[in-house]
């Protein structure tokens, strides 16, 4: 069964640098993956497929293989709104938006797995190809694609993400949390102001907004196990402008990240309960925007070793070990629907620095493509 897909691969390394380059040069924002979709649905088309493409125009989603419950695998499409700094002959081409996590790579290797898998004499399972968009917003473009009834009929998920961190041909993969949920709180403080040589006949803005910065990190890291991974962290202050007067207004935006299920359940009212606690005794009014953005990627156990045996099977010594990231993946809203799991692509040449994702200099070895490729169209292949 694997040789149709080495044949594939022998005949198609080119076409996978010239799709990955081509998306890579004309990058697009969430939900404006046009071209991107384009050029997908074409080449999903042209082997006699029938791509879909989602209610919101961008994304689109096909079946292939028995219509039985299937197996999907998913990419994302969409770009940063960032600037490049790579010098490649490939850069982007459209100012202020770059590929620069990897959804390039991500959309080229699901796609050579469907061309490659459409030429397998026959499959044990039914497939369907998921190509999302805007996985880059809050709380993620997965959530339309599973309204849009994606998930229908699907018994397991399966992704793979970029890692630049680990070397060409190599692919980790844990069970359990190996990313985090990501939430967003934006503190908007409001006093009369006044004069700094007469704080008691005001309320101190600033003092409240450094009782906060530093109050409400510590009471979460006292309140919630530390086993869980969780984490607060502030982005943004902004308040006053001159020495000698009390602001009226300041704001302060962080995030809450956990590795944990049950506790990102808990961590808004948590976080409104700290907060109301430290501002009350100051006087200072506020207004708590929470804003929850994805739960964990939490990899069911069965899928994972799913991946474990097709990973080994791509070859010797490909099977990675892989910590859990804090970094927030819409991938886990699928989840919430179906089991699945996320393992991570060695991206990194072997020399030079190992450049970290959303960096503007971000750039993969394409070697690592047709190993995504193998290793999703092996998943298939195993399939039970």
Known sequence: MADFLETWLDGNRQRLTQW?????????????????????????????????????????????????????????????????????????????VAHACGHDAHTTVL??????????????????????????????????????GAMSGVKQIFALHCDPRLEVGRVGVR???????????ELVLDSPGGHTSRPHLT?????????????????????????TSTVMVWGAVNAGQAPNAIPQTGMLTGTVRTGDHETWAI?????????????????VRYQLNYRRGVPPVVNDEHATRVFEDAIRATGHDALADTMQS??????????????????????????????????????????????GVRVMANVVLAAE
Not at 119 to 141: C, H, I, K, Y
Not at 267 to 283: D, F, K, M, Q, S
Request: aromatic residues 6%.
């Open 20 to 96: 990955r380059r081509q998306i890579h040069a004309n990058p697009e924002l969430a939900h404006s993956e046009y071209a991107t979709t384009e050029l997908v649905a074409a080449e999903l088309a042209s082997a006699g497929m029938s791509p879909k493409v989602l209610p919101g125009g961008t994304g689109l989603i096909c079946d292939i293989g028995p219509d039985t419950p299937r197996i999907a695998l998913r990419a994302d499409m969409d770009a940063l709104p960032m600037q490049e700094f790579t010098g490649a002959t490939y850069a982007s081409t459209v100012p202020g």
């Open 111 to 148: 796609l050579g797995a469907a061309l490659a898998l459409a030429q397998a004499p026959e499959l044990p399972v039914g497939v369907r190809f998921v190509f999302q968009p805007a996985e880059e917003t809050m709380p993620g473009g997965a959530i339309d694609v599973v309204a849009s």
């Open 175 to 185: 069970v359990g949390p190996i990313t985090s949920a990501a939430d967003t709180v």
């Open 203 to 227: 309320t101190d803005l600033v003092y409240a907004i450094g009782t906060v910065i530093t109050g409400l990190p510590g009471m979460l890291s006292r309140r919630v196990d530390p086993r």
């Open 267 to 283: 961590l808004e009212p948590l976080v409104r309960e700290i907060v109301h606690g430290l501002l009350a005794p100051t006087g």
């Open 326 to 371: 804090g970094g927030g993946e819409d991938f886990s809203w699928y989840l919430e629907e179906v089991p699945g799991a996320m393992c991570r692509l060695g991206v990194w040449s072997g020399e030079g620095a190992q450049l970290d994702l959303h960096q503007p200099t971000f750039d993969i070895d394409e070697r690592a493509l047709e190993v």
